[in-house]
């Protein structure tokens, strides 16, 4: 089965994959090469006496010199210097062909468009090759009709000219298809490693991060043996389908082989890499499970590292029993040494204020925000560590810590009214009593329920667990607040919304990143209307400029978040100890 096929699409906006920066140095340097020997052996061979013998042994000798260029330092100009060269090189066969038309064969001297026209249709993508194939073809009509060549013959040639283009812009673009795996659609391992090549090759020149999955569906062997080889292939299409809708943008899926799959993650951390990874796994379809191995790229990898170190995590994921993501130097890849972190005190939580927009911006509380501050390594983001906590069970010891570090917070606030927003892990909420253990916790540190709002994200939605309801419930109940967090960032059903215990909705920083002059905010305000008739409470996150301040208060939201109001700060520092003062209501 085959489903090699050319995609106009994708061949009209990118460039054919064969024309690397290598390529294109090697073909521009021969065909200036091939040029300006020519020019230069006609002006040889030319009678003393012919005028043109100069011209054209002055065109040889730029050309050539042009070439040396190239080839000196081809593999490092921009590809739009390419496109200039083309553009340039049909320029010049068309002013020597004018200039000389009285003295030199014109017909003779165009056949050198063929050279820039063969090259732009091999190297560049149909938008641009184009114009240059019909600039070339206008150029060569004018230039011949004007030296008395008659219509037909201009024809003949230039329908030629133009039909062997095309022919090479199909072969350089559909050679790209035979980077496709035709059973699963995903890269092979040829195009795989293409990618893969790019992406290190610009994280060695720009810096950055990128991560890399390798992925194979559990006792693959055994599922073709027992159902055949059809279904064996099925269940490829299956899991590559299903692995398609699941993976972030400008990620790159590839089949290295059999049944393993490779995940490209540029700009992506180890600790995201294996979220996805398990995002990937849940998505395998069937019975069918899969195992996973995360490693992430570090300055001066080489590609061969990077797989390896991702194979050599899969190969542990595989052998402690399958069914799971191993990551590849994680350090948190085993619980009891993040749960030895927080025994050593390396975690930190630190505020970020929220303030009331309608009322001068007044700080109501903190959202509470952990930080590992890890000797030797600096601060490592919650975003890096919290999913492999969620995996390996530390989340619970973790959870634990931040809740008692924020009811001693909430203790120690000077002012009565001011609450601070814990984020709780679903998995959390899946254990029954967690409302009883949060209550103690209050107890311990003489403070009141009413100081705390849990946030917890949509993903507690997806989640028919009673018991997580449950919990929401028994929080509410004790006179906690309980808010959706990031809200807007996912798929979000509102029928749930509307059977969910919440108090109140943390707006998506995507939607207030929306904000802009001249742009109505209409999704924000839809929001409004929701939040009005559900008797729930609003606040908008990652508020950063002024200008998003006041559209936000304009609109109506409540409360607000972000850079412009405060950063996540260390408390006692800057705010609890001196939080800023509420304004006078009267004032405003
Ligand atoms: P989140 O709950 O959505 O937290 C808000 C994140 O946005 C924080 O990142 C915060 O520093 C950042 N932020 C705040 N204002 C702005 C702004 O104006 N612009 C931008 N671009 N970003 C802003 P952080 O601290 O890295 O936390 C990331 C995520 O980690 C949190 O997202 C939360 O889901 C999770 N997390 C943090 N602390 C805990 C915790 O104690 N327990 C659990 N389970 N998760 C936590
Ligand atoms: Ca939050
Ligand atoms: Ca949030």
């Known amino acids: 089965m085959s489903t090699l096929r050319f995609d106009l699409d994708h061949a009209w906006r990118e460039a054919p994959a064969m024309a690397t920066p290598s390529t294109l140095r090697i073909s521009a340097t021969f065909l200036l090469g091939l040029a300006g020997s020519i020019a230069a052996l006609c002006a040889m061979v030319m009678p003393d006496a012919a005028e043109p013998r100069l011209t054209l042994a002055g065109v040889g000798l730029l050309v050539l010199a042009g070439g040396a260029v190239c080839a000196a330092v081809g593999h490092r100009l921009p590809r739009w210097s390419y496109e200039l060269l083309v553009t340039n090189a049909i320029l010049l066969v068309t002013l020597v062909a004018w200039v000389e038309r009285d003295r030199l064969d014109v017909l003779a001297v165009s056949s050198f468009y063929l050279l820039p026209v063969v090259a732009g249709a091999m190297q560049f993508s149909l938008r641009k090759a184009m114009p240059m194939l019909l600039l070339a073809l206008l150029c060569r009509g004018w230039v011949t009709i004007a030296d008395g060549v008659h219509l037909p013959e201009v024809l003949m040639v230039e329908g030629c000219l133009a039909g062997l283009a095309v022919l090479v812009a199909w072969m350089a673009h559909a050679a790209d298809v035979a980077e496709v795996d035709p059973l699963t659609?995903?890269?092979?391992?040829?195009?795989?490693?293409?990618?893969?090549?790019?992406?290190?090759?610009?994280?060695?020149?720009?810096?950055?991060?990128?991560?890399?999955?390798?992925?194979?569906?559990?006792?693959?062997?055994?599922?073709?043996?027992?159902?055949?080889?059809?279904?064996?292939?099925?269940?490829?299409?299956?899991?590559?389908?299903?692995?398609?809708?699941?993976?972030?943008?400008?990620?790159?899926?590839?089949?290295?082989?059999?049944?393993?799959?490779i995940v490209l993650l540029p700009d992506t951390s180890l600790g995201q890499a294996a979220d996805v990874a398990d995002r990937l796994r849940a998505a395998v379809p069937g019975e069918a499970t899969s195992?996973?191995?995360?490693?992430?790229?570090?300055?001066?990898?080489?590609?061969?590292?990077?797989?390896?170190?991702?194979?050599?995590?899969?190969?542990?994921?595989?052998?402690?029993?399958?069914?799971?993501?191993?990551?590849?130097?994680?350090?948190?890849?085993?619980?009891?040494?993040?749960?030895a972190a927080i025994a050593a005190g390396e975690m930190r939580v630190m505020l970020q204020p929220v303030v009331e927009l309608q009322r001068g911006d007044f700080v109501a509380g903190y959202e509470a925000l952990v930080r590992w501050h890890r000797p030797g390594r600096?601060?490592?983001?919650?975003?890096?560590?919290?999913?492999?906590?969620?995996?390996?069970?530390?989340?619970?010891?973790?959870?634990?810590?931040?809740?008692?570090?924020?009811?001693?917070?909430?203790?120690?606030?000077?002012?009565?009214?001011?609450?601070?927003?814990?984020?709780?892990?679903?998995?959390?909420?899946?254990?029954?009593?967690?409302a009883e253990h949060v209550s103690l916790c209050l107890e311990t540190w003489g403070t009141t329920a009413s100081r705390l709002?849990?946030?917890?994200?949509?993903?507690?939605?997806?989640?028919?667990?009673?018991?997580?309801?449950?919990?929401?419930?028994?929080?509410?109940?004790?006179?906690?607040?309980?808010?959706?967090?990031?809200?807007?960032?996912?798929?979000?059903?509102?029928?749930?919304?509307?059977?969910?215990?919440?108090?109140?909705?943390?707006?998506?920083?995507?939607?207030?990143?929306?904000?802009?002059?001249?742009?109505?905010?209409?999704?924000?305000?839809?929001?409004?209307?929701?939040?009005?008739?559900?008797?729930?409470?609003?606040?908008?996150?990652?508020?950063?400029?002024?200008?998003?301040?006041?559209?936000?208060?304009?609109?109506?939201?409540?409360?607000?978040q972000g850079y412009f109001f405060g950063r996540a700060a260390v408390p006692g520092e800057a705010y609890v100890v001196a939080p800023r003062v509420p304004v006078d209501d009267a004032a405003h």
């Open 291 to 339: 195992s996973a191995g995360v490693a992430a790229w570090g300055r001066g990898d080489s590609q061969s590292l990077l797989l390896s170190r991702a194979d050599v995590a899969l190969y542990e994921a595989k052998s402690s029993g399958r069914d799971r993501t191993s990551v590849y130097g994680d350090p948190d890849r085993d619980a009891s040494e993040l749960e």
């Open 453 to 560: 709002v849990f946030e917890v994200t949509e993903s507690v939605f997806e989640d028919n667990d009673p018991q997580i309801i449950q919990n929401l419930c028994d929080l509410r109940e004790m006179g906690s607040l309980v808010a959706i967090d990031d809200f807007g960032a996912g798929y979000s059903s509102l029928r749930r919304i509307e059977q969910l215990p919440i108090d109140l909705i943390k707006v998506d920083g995507t939607l207030t990143r929306s904000i802009r002059e001249g742009h109505d905010p209409a999704i924000l305000r839809a929001i409004v209307t929701m939040a009005r008739s559900l008797g729930v409470r609003l606040l908008a996150e990652h508020v950063e400029t002024e200008y998003q301040a006041q559209v936000l208060r304009a609109l109506g939201y409540e409360l607000a």
């Open 185 to 261: 659609g995903a890269l092979n391992r040829r195009g795989l490693e293409r990618r893969l090549e790019g992406t290190l090759r610009r994280l060695d020149r720009e810096g950055g991060q990128c991560a890399l999955i390798a992925m194979d569906i559990d006792n693959f062997k055994q599922v073709n043996d027992v159902n055949g080889h059809q279904y064996g292939d099925r269940l490829l299409m299956g899991c590559a389908n299903a692995w398609h809708a699941v993976l972030p943008e400008r990620s790159v899926l590839g089949r290295h082989g059999g049944d393993e799959f």
């Open 378 to 434: 600096g601060i490592v983001s919650p975003d890096d560590f919290i999913p492999q906590a969620e995996r390996t069970g530390a989340i619970h010891a973790l959870g634990r810590w931040v809740l008692d570090e924020c009811c001693r917070l909430a203790a120690l606030l000077p002012e009565a009214y001011q609450v601070i927003g814990t984020n709780v892990s679903v998995h959390e909420l899946r254990r029954a009593g967690y």
